[in-house]
């Protein structure tokens, strides 16, 4: 089966860094997300995106955080300044098309020292 | 807003017995998908079993299968025959079919299988 790959699988910064986390969609995919899971907590929507544009973010997506597509296979979230409280895994997830199999990626878990 | 709720913050059960995991959603659509997702320890995402409202038709996938109850908006999970690789946390999630798609989900059940 095809797969959702995310990079790096754990990244360690300090409070105050900029982090990107990099995710390469399935190629034919056009639907892309990213969620996060605090420990222990459930699965939160941050933000999705369709035709080069972001198409709804949730309250957790203010300006610190932004996503990009720039070269047709990469989908990046950056975090432009790490709180503590952003440490949690950060799953990327695509699809074909509405109504379809979503298909998450491995996550990247981000600690914030 | 939708809400999905898991009541069961932890189930156990032997091997080879029947379990049940309980959740409830809140939403004013007639029309939407539903899912349960398996998340074990190594935190991967994996889909266990999808159902759209429109079908009267429980899912079924293998041991899996799930009670939609549509009046009462509700959507259990039960795992027949139960492994040891049924261990995890289990997370019940809402999808609308309109609009960007996003998945709502529960708080989890984290589900033993005991040897």
């Known amino acids: 089966e095809p797969e959702v790959t995310q990079t790096p699988s754990h990244q360690v910064t300090q409070m105050g860094q900029e982090v990107i986390l990099r995710c390469v969609p399935i190629?034919?995919?056009?639907?892309f997300y990213w969620y996060r899971q605090i420990l222990g907590q459930k699965v939160e929507f941050l933000v999705s995106?369709?035709?080069?544009?972001?198409?709804?973010k949730s309250e957790i997506f203010d300006d610190q955080f932004s996503v990009e597509r720039p070269d047709g296979s990469n989908f990046t979230l950056k975090i432009r300044s790490t709180k503590l409280e952003d440490s949690a895994m950060y799953f990327c997830?695509?699809?074909?098309?509405?109504?379809?199999?979503?298909?998450f990626g491995s996550g990247t878990q981000l600690s914030v020292l | 807003a939708q809400t999905v709720t898991q009541s069961q913050p932890e189930m156990s059960v032997q091997e080879a017995e029947t379990v049940t995991l309980s959740c409830t959603y809140d939403?004013?659509?007639?029309?939407?998908?539903l899912f349960w997702y398996k998340q074990p320890p190594s935190r991967q995402m994996i889909l266990v079993i999808r159902q759209e409202a429109y079908k009267q038709q429980n899912a079924t996938e293998n041991r899996f299968s799930v009670n939609f109850q549509k009046a009462a908006k509700s959507f259990s999970l039960k795992i027949s025959d139960s492994q040891l690789g049924d261990t995890a946390m289990y997370f019940c999630?809402?999808?609308?079919?309109?609009?960007?798609?996003?998945?709502?989900f529960g708080q989890g059940t984290r589900l033993t299988i005991n040897p």
């Open positions: 997830a695509s699809r074909t098309g509405r109504g379809e199999k979503l298909f």
């Open positions: 999630a809402f999808m609308n079919v309109w609009g960007a798609q996003k998945l709502v």
């Open positions: 190629s034919n995919h056009l639907y």
């Open positions: 939403t004013s659509e007639n029309n939407y998908y």
């Open positions: 995106f369709y035709n080069n544009e972001i198409s709804e």
